[in-house]
Every structure is written in structure tokens, then in C-alpha cells.
């Protein structure tokens, strides 16, 4: 996918409703169908019948509001909001994007956009990692609304796990646990980064090893250890790490 539907604050323009052309072509038509058939009076005359009709005046205000919604151009080429303070702060850094800054974690510029991208952390780290380009293959729904009890965590990420630090998986039923391989190195670190979060916040210290690994870092990790991955609906949920030792000459694990 087109690198350049990654917005400057590491939302997917491809994933936004206000991005959805067909849907705004079907509000258009449909409010134009409405004038021409006159339907506000029709609706007057219904609702003696059917008191839902009272509400239609409602029903056109709000059909007018997703109208204003609509985004026509991706963020990174002009669209969102003109005065995106996200956008002006990574220009005037001279960034791509909020995933080259290291203070990303802290920003608070970043904090209304987390409400509605609960994920959005670990698609910076993602992005970071992998690249604007690949990770789309990768990436998870972006919005609240399109959660659907899978699992998807919701940040911070101390809030993902619960108590004794078990994964909200309930939900997902086709577990498995197999090896991975160098070419999920970049979710593996984007989970990695997630995950020690709440470690870095409790220590008030964002230099931890886990945090501050690169990809060509774990990359070369893959040389000397076996990865496993826990991988649930095509998604990497979990990962160890192991290596093999020797001792006076017998392999040990
Ligand atoms: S306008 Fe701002 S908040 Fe909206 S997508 Fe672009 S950078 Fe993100
Ligand atoms: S401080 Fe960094 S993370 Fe926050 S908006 Fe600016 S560039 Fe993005």
C-alpha cells in the first residue's frame, strides 16, 4: 500500500471513515433523493402513523453533519485538519513522521489521537521498524470502532494485561505457538516496544534495552537464538526468545 496514506501522526488514511469516498457518495445522493422527493413533508404526514418520523429533521441534520467529515485527500498530501498541531510540530522538526521522534512515547500532542487509536503506539514503533510501506501488512484495526473483542490491546499498554499479567485473549479461540522467523522481526520488536512500556513508565526511564532496540539489532539476534511466536487470527500476540549453550562440550538449552 501507498506509503503516503500513513499520516504524519502514524494513522492510516485508508482506515479513516472520513476518508471513505463511497460512503459520502451515498450521503449525497441520499439527501439529494430526499429534496427531490419532498420527503420532510412526507415524513410530517408519516409520523401521525409512525412517531420515528418526528425525529426526520434530526436524521437530515446529522446525514448533513457526515457530510462535513468528509476528508478527501490523505493527510501527508494536504488533507485533515489545516491546523493539526501534530502536523505542524513533526514539519517544523523536519520529520516524516511522529515514529522518527524519541519523544513520541511522551507526547502529549498524541493524547487525543491515543482515545481513538488506542493503538497507535504500537504503530508508530511498527512504522518505525518496518517502514511506512510494509507495515500495512502488519498493521491492526486503527479506531475504536473497529475493535470487535479481538485482541487488540488498548493503551497504555499496562492496561493490557490482567492481573497477573496475563493477555486479554479470551476471545480468540485458534491460538498457536510456533517458531519465528527474520521476517517477524518487525512486529515482534513493534510488540516488544509495547509491551515494555509500563516497564519504562514505572522506572520513569524510556532508554530500557527492549525500548531502544533496533530492527537490524533483533535482526542479527535471530542468528544465535530461537524466536517463538504465539500467533492468534494472523497476529503476533506473544514472543520468547532462547539461545543454546554449551558446557564443557555438551549442548545445553
Ligand atoms: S491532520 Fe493531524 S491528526 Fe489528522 S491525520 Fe493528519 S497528522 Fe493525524
Ligand atoms: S513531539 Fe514528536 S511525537 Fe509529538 S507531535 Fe511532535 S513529532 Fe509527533
Known amino acids: 500500500m501507498d506509503e503516503k496514506l500513513t499520516a504524519y501522526c502514524g494513522l492510516c488514511c485508508a482506515n479513516c471513515i472520513p476518508s471513505c469516498e463511497e460512503l459520502f ?15 420532510d413533508q412526507y ?13 426526520y429533521p434530526t436524521f437530515l441534520s446529522v446525514l448533513r453533519q457526515i457530510k462535513n467529515l ?3 485527500v490523505p493527510c501527508r498530501q494536504g488533507g485533515g485538519r489545516s491546523s493539526c498541531e501534530v502536523r505542524q510540530c513533526v514539519q517544523s522538526k523536519g520529520l516524516k513522521g511522529c515514529w522518527e521522534c524519541k519523544d513520541r512515547r511522551k507526547c502529549t500532542l498524541l493524547d487525543r489521537l491515543r482515545r481513538i487509536h ?12 518496518t517502514g511506512a510501506a510494509q507495515r500495512f501488512e502488519k498493521r491492526r484495526e486503527h479506531y475504536v470502532w473497529q475493535r470487535k473483542g479481538d485482541l487488540e490491546p488498548v493503551a497504555p499498554a499496562d492496561e493490557l494485561r490482567q ?3 496475563m493477555w486479554r485473549i479470551e476471545e480468540c479461540m485458534d491460538i498457536s505457538i510456533v517458531q519465528a522467523s527474520p521476517d ?3 512486529e515482534i520488536l513493534a510488540l516488544q516496544k509495547m509491551a ?10 524510556w532508554t530500557i534495552p527492549p525500548l531502544t532496540q533496533t530492527l537490524p539489532e533483533i535482526m542479527s539476534e535471530f542468528e544465535t537464538k530461537i524466536f517463538l511466536k504465539v500467533v492468534c487470527a494472523d497476529k503476533i500476540i506473544g514472543s520468547v526468545r ?3 549453550i554449551s558446557i564443557f562440550g555438551f549442548p545445553m538449552r
Not at 26 to 39: A, C, I, T
Not at 118 to 129: E, K, R
Not at 196 to 204: C, F, G, R, T, V
Request: proline share 5%; hydrophobic share 35%; net charge negative.
Open 163 to 165: 492481573p497477573g499479567g
Open 242 to 244: 532462547a539461545c543454546r
Open 43 to 55: 415524513a410530517k404526514l408519516k409520523s401521525a402513523q409512525h412517531k420515528e418520523f418526528e425525529d
Open 184 to 186: 517477524d522481526a518487525g
Open 25 to 39: 457518495a451515498l450521503v449525497d445522493r441520499l439527501d439529494q433523493m430526499f429534496g427531490q422527493l419532498e420527503f
Open 70 to 72: 468528509r476528508c478527501p
Open 118 to 129: 488506542p493503538n497507535l503506539d504500537y504503530h508508530l514503533d511498527l512504522i518505525a521498524d
Open 196 to 205: 515494555y512500556q509500563s516497564e519504562a513508565k514505572l522506572n520513569d526511564d
